[in-house]
């Protein structure tokens, strides 16, 4: 018996008919004019991988600097504050300031005159709260907040039993607390990209005042009576002074940045 005719071929013959006809897949084309050149190919993988990267975080500062220099003017005098913004929302500040003024103020009947100096240095920490241009500052200043005062004063007195007019010359200084604490608020907007105006509105607690007088030349110097004179000019001062426990501060500057 020939194996191969009476069982292989039958055999075939049915498991081919039993099978699902099938078609022949698509044929895949290829239209060489719309692929990309090999350069077109190299530059969609490189936009691919760097998309890919992940995004660098972007400072609030922009591409300014940190470090700013601010020349500044106002009630404390003119200074320079030197500053780094170290957030977007935190900075801190040290600063100088000189101001020396001279004029005239009169206690009852008697002038005086007076040399004020309001200068030193401070340090102050700037607070950004809606992290923009608007900021809160505190801080502590060391300032010299006295003033020498000099007046020519006349008075009635008895002298060895007599009864006399003489003069007296004085001098003294009133003095506040020179560690004194600082609150302001500022605001600041670019003019340039390294360059911004600013404002400051605020108070120095200065404290209580100290007031000193003395007779330093005079007809009438020494004299008891004038000296008690110029002990209640003294009190008058102070009596003057005490509800000027706080010092304004109004400034402007311009901010350049390094």
């Known amino acids: 018996m020939n194996f191969k005719r009476t069982v292989i071929a039958p055999l075939v013959v049915a498991l081919v008919t039993a099978m699902p006809a099938f078609a022949a897949p698509d044929i895949i084309t290829v239209d060489r004019a719309s692929a990309p050149s090999p ?44 500053g780094y913004q170290a957030t977007d929302m935190l900075g801190g500040r040290v600063i100088w300031r000189d101001y020396s003024s001279d004029f005239d103020f009169d206690v009852d009947e ?9 200068g030193g240095f401070g340090a102050l920490v700037d607070f950004y709260p809606t992290r ?7 801080g502590i200043m060391q300032l010299d907040n006295s ?41 600041h907007d670019y003019v340039g990209k390294n360059f911004s ?18 007779s330093v030349g005079g007809v009438a110097a020494g004299e008891p009576e004038v000296e008690a004179e110029i002990d209640d000019l003294a009190d008058d001062i102070e009596d003057d002074l005490s509800g000027l426990n706080f010092y304004p501060v109004i400034e402007f500057g311009m901010t350049f940045h390094f």
């Open 132 to 138: 923009g241009n608007f900021r809160i500052s505190g």
């Open 39 to 82: 350069a077109e190919a190299a530059a969609r993988l490189q936009d691919a991988l760097d998309a890919a990267k992940p995004a660098e975080e972007v400072s609030p500062l922009g591409n300014r600097s940190q470090f700013y220099l601010m020349p500044k003017i106002g009630t404390l005098g003119y200074g320079v504050d030197v």
């Open 147 to 187: 003033a020498e005062v000099s007046s020519t004063i006349t008075r009635d007195y008895t002298s060895g039993g007599v009864p006399t007019t003489g003069s007296a010359d004085i001098k003294g200084k009133v003095e506040y607390n020179s560690t004194s604490p600082m609150l302001a608020i500022g605001w």
């Open 110 to 118: 008697d002038s005086f005159d007076a040399s004020v100096d309001i």
């Open 197 to 214: 105006y600013d404002i400051s509105l605020g108070a120095v607690y200065m404290g209580s005042p100290e007031i000193s007088l003395r």
